[in-house]
């Protein structure tokens, strides 16, 4: 049984980091990405990455704040957000696909966590 579990969320704020980690078992992918939602907005892209990390994009949002990265052998997929913003506060979600390449299209990906919450304090 496929499952994305997210964790790290909280509060922050401005100014400060976190780390959020979605932790991926049942089987490995081609794609792992990161969306979010705030509050009475739709869900957008955040980052994503190919499974090598040959490739990756990132939102301009969040371009040179934000690093998504993956750890093999705990198949568990990171995004480092830095510089927090309170625009960044919102549910964060983990998102992957069998393709190996990159989509910013949310029905690109397949399988999907619950999510975690970020919520940036001014």
């Known amino acids: 049984q496929v499952q994305l579990v997210e964790s790290g969320g909280g509060l922050v704020q401005a100014g400060g980091s976190l780390r959020l980690s979605c932790a991926v078992s049942g089987r490995t992918f081609g794609t792992y990405a990161w969306f979010r939602q705030a509050p009475e907005k739709e869900r957008e892209f955040v980052a994503a990455?190919?499974?090598?990390?040959?490739?990756?994009d990132y939102a301009d949002s969040v371009k040179g704040r934000s690093t998504i990265s993956r750890d093999n052998a705990k198949n568990t997929v990171y995004l480092q957000m830095n510089s927090l913003k309170p625009e960044d506060t919102a549910v964060y979600y983990c998102?992957?696909?069998?393709?190996?390449?990159?989509?910013?299209?949310?029905?690109?990906?397949?399988?999907w966590g619950q999510g975690t919450q970020v919520t940036v304090s001014s």
């Open positions: 998102a992957a696909r069998t393709q190996w390449l990159t989509t910013r299209r949310e029905s690109g990906y397949d399988y």
């Open positions: 990455m190919t499974s090598s990390g040959g490739r990756s």
